[in-house]
T-cell receptor, first 117, second 114 residues
Framework: GAVVSQHPSWVICKSGTSVKIECRSL??????MFWYRQFPKQSLMLMAT?????????EQGVEKDKFLINHASLTLSTLTVTSAHPEDSSFYIC?????????????FGDGTRLSIL | AQSVTQLDSQVPVFEEAPVELRCNYS??????LFWYVQYPNQGLQLLLK??????LVKGINGFEAEFNKSQTSFHLRKPSVHISDTAEYFC????????????FGAGTRLAVHP
């Protein structure tokens, strides 16, 4: 149980295009999902907390207009990297937390490798 | 300020040897503690967690960790490692109740050699 699916796993696109990444909780509902960014050989950096039915909470220094987050249902959150540039190339990972069960950890997707040419 | 420190960036070890990956945290409030493992080009998999109760926590793949409140530590141990344990290991701490936000350590690269 507690499977989080992330799609696509790898995307390569041209500079200036927008890229959408999906994060789905397959067997549980998640009011809250999290988006992280990971640079090579580094730790995870929380970008934003995605809340179902409301605006995402962004961490300091993360551009809201660059990284658009939508959490339209209890099982799906999307991250759109708008007008992507090479510096946006990174490994993006989402996670979700099971609701209603008090102390449950975050469960992570397998990540999306984004390469902007 | 709240923080998580993983003292070793890399830990080389021979197969079947014991290993300890160190994690310390800084917080003035109660914490929940986690260890995650990351294999190349993959997300994170939960190894174990400490929420409350017994300070010795057993997880998957033969790993265990001990919460030491006085030393603010949560070191990860395994008595005998395998080649397949080669991966990146992250210690993470939640400082607010209900897992609202995780703070990750920098990670420790465990390299198991034959």
């Amino acid at each position: 149980g507690a499977v989080v699916s992330q799609h696509p796993s790898w995307v390569i696109c041209k500079s200036g295009t927008s890229v959408k990444i999906e994060c789905r909780s397959l067997d549980f509902q998640a009011t809250t999902m999290f988006w992280y960014r990971q640079f090579p050989k580094q730790s995870l950096m929380l970008m934003a907390t995605s809340n179902e039915g409301s605006k995402a909470t962004y961490e300091q220094g993360v551009e809201k207009d660059k990284f658009l987050i939508n959490h339209a249902s209890l099982t799906l959150s999307t991250l759109t990297v708008t007008s992507a540039h090479p510096e946006d190339s990174s490994f993006y990972i989402c996670s979700a937390r099971i609701e209603g069960s008090g102390n449950q950890p975050q469960h992570f997707g397998d990540g999306t490798r984004l390469s902007i040419l | 300020a709240q923080s998580v420190t993983q003292l070793d960036s890399q830990v080389p070890v021979f197969e079947e040897a014991p290993v300890e990956l160190r994690c310390n945290y800084s917080s003035s409030v109660s914490v929940y503690l986690f260890w995650y493992v990351q294999y190349p080009n993959q997300g994170l998999q939960l190894l174990l967690k400490y929420l409350s109760g017994s300070t010795l926590v057993k997880g998957i793949n033969g790993f265990e960790a001990e919460f030491n409140k006085s030393q603010t530590s949560f070191h990860l141990r395994k008595p005998s490692v395998h080649i397949s344990d080669t991966a990146e290991y992250f210690c993470a701490v939640s400082f607010s109740g209900g897992y609202n936000k995780l703070i990750f350590g920098a990670g420790t690269r465990l390299a198991v050699h034959p």
